[in-house]
C-alpha cells in the first residue's frame, strides 16, 4: 500500500497569510504513460464532508478560489493557500490515487493565528 | 439538485450486520464509478470500498475484504454497502462519494454526502 504521510499535524496562520501543507507519498504516484501525478487535496470543515480542491496534483477543481494551489514532484506534494481566510478553517487531506488501496493522509488542521 | 444522500446507519452489536445505502440524485449515476469512504469519530478518512459504474467490478480495502459487499442498482439510482461480521473498529461515520470522471474510472471524488454514522458496540 502506499503510505500517505502528511506535515504538520497542525498550524496556525495570521489571517493574510500563507499556509503550506506537505504531503508525501511513500512510493511515486507519477503515471509515465500520461505523465501525470495522481494525488488529490481535499479540505473538510467541521460537521461537513469533505471537498474536492485539487486533484492531478495541481489542477483545481471548479469553483475553487485561486488561492489555493497545488504543487510537487517525485514523492513531495504542496498544498498552499496563499492568503489565508477564515473561512479556510478546516483539516486538509490529501489522496493518492494511482493504486489501490486509495490511501489518504492523516490530515492537517488549519487554524487562525 | 446534484447530491448524494446516505441511510442505514445505527447501533449494532459486534458479529452483526447492518445495510447502508446512499440514494443519486441531479447526474447519471450510472455513468459515474461510485466509493464508500469512512471516518471514525476524531479520525481521518479511510476509503473503504469501489464499483464501476456498471457495477462489474467492486474493489476493497483488505480492512473490510470478505466481510463487506458494495453493490449498486442503476435503475434505482442507487448505492449500498453490506457489512457484515461488524467490529468495533468499523465504528465510523461512513461517506459514499461520487468520482471525478464520466465513463472512467479515476478515483478521486467530486461529489460527497453527508454521511451516515455506525456504531458496533454491546
Known amino acids: 500500500d502506499i503510505v500517505m504521510t502528511q506535515s504538520p499535524d497542525s498550524l496556525a496562520v495570521s489571517l493574510g497569510e500563507r499556509a503550506t501543507i506537505n504531503c508525501k507519498s511513500s512510493?511515486?504516484?507519477?503515471?509515465?504513460?500520461?505523465?501525470?501525478?495522481?494525488l488529490a487535496w481535499y479540505q473538510q470543515k467541521p460537521g461537513q464532508p469533505p471537498k474536492l480542491l485539487i486533484y492531478w496534483a495541481s489542477t483545481r477543481e471548479s469553483g475553487v478560489p485561486d488561492r489555493f494551489s497545488g504543487s510537487g514532484s517525485g514523492t513531495d506534494f504542496t498544498l498552499t493557500i496563499s492568503s489565508l481566510q477564515a473561512e479556510d478553517v478546516a483539516v486538509y487531506y490529501c489522496?493518492?490515487?494511482?493504486?489501490?488501496?486509495?490511501?489518504f493522509g492523516g490530515g492537517t488542521k488549519v487554524g487562525i493565528k | 439538485e446534484v447530491q448524494l444522500l446516505e441511510s442505514g446507519g445505527g447501533l449494532v452489536q459486534p458479529g452483526g450486520s447492518l445495510r447502508l445505502s446512499c440514494a443519486a440524485s441531479?447526474?447519471?449515476?450510472?455513468?459515474?464509478?461510485m466509493n464508500w469512504v469512512r471516518q471514525a469519530p476524531g479520525k481521518g478518512l479511510e476509503w473503504v470500498s469501489g464499483i464501476s459504474g456498471s457495477g462489474g467490478n467492486t474493489y476493497y480495502a483488505d480492512s473490510v475484504k470478505g466481510r463487506f459487499t458494495i453493490s449498486r442498482d442503476n435503475s434505482k439510482n442507487t448505492l449500498f454497502l453490506q457489512m457484515n461480521s461488524l467490529r468495533a473498529d468499523d465504528t465510523a461515520v461512513y461517506y459514499c462519494?461520487?468520482?471525478?470522471?464520466?465513463?472512467?474510472?479515476?478515483?478521486?471524488?467530486?461529489?460527497w454526502g453527508r454521511g451516515t454514522l455506525v456504531t458496533v458496540s454491546s
Open positions: 489522496q493518492q490515487y494511482y493504486s489501490s488501496p486509495l490511501t
Open positions: 441531479g447526474f447519471t449515476f450510472a455513468g459515474y464509478a
Open positions: 512510493q511515486s504516484v507519477l503515471y509515465s504513460s500520461n505523465n501525470k501525478y495522481y
Open positions: 462519494a461520487k468520482d471525478w470522471a464520466y465513463n472512467a474510472h479515476y478515483w478521486y471524488f467530486d461529489l
